[in-house]
């Protein structure tokens, strides 16, 4: 196996994935859903628990400024390739769980599962899962000057059109299909594949 060939395969998250923070310290960073990551692990690896899992392993508070108090959790992902499970992936992840607001002191009773999502996006992201958004090169339509890979001639609609077609042929039960990387695919062979598995899923369901 190439050694990039996983981390090519979900390292640019499509745009209906993300959404620019506008307030806050984290302004202008680009927020990941996390349902994305959990869905790209699975087409990859296959149904949580049997193709990829992970423990959660700590728990804890530390005390903060201000009498506030933060939640944090440290969890190791587990992939399964060629039948083997590989060694412990670990991510760290935080939330607020006693925040000092204008109003007075606010308790948030999802902040260990904020820190578990975190600490889950920590992790994945050692395999590459949306490894371009963290590395500052694409903000989602496309790739900046200041890095990331060079920009092909896919369109956001084409690229949005091809993951949906190539969902509908996991589903339709299509075998092996390929996974592409949008920044070394040209729009005729997107195309064309597009095409090929289409005509595929009409098979299957005229069987």
Known sequence: MDNLQIWNS????????????????????????PQWRYKAMTETFGVVGIGWKFTIDKMWTEQG??????????????????????????????G?????????MYNDDDAFKKA??????TAMKMLGVAADIYAGGWDGAKYKESGGSPQSDVSDKLWDHFQKVSD???KAGVHNVKVFDRSKTTKAELTAYGTELSEAIKAKAGK
Do not use: C, H
């Open 10 to 33: 979900f390292n640019q998250p499509p745009k209906s994935a993300l959404k620019q923070i506008e307030a806050g310290r984290m302004k202008g960073k680009t927020d990941i859903n």
């Open 65 to 94: 400024a201000n009498n506030e108090t933060f939640a944090f959790v440290n969890v190791s992902i587990y992939v399964k390739i060629d039948g083997s499970w590989s060694d412990a992936i670990p991510g760290n992840g935080g």
């Open 96 to 104: 607020t769980l006693i925040v000092s607001e204008k109003n007075g």
């Open 116 to 121: 578990t999502t975190d600490a889950l996006s």
């Open 168 to 170: 509908e042929a996991v």
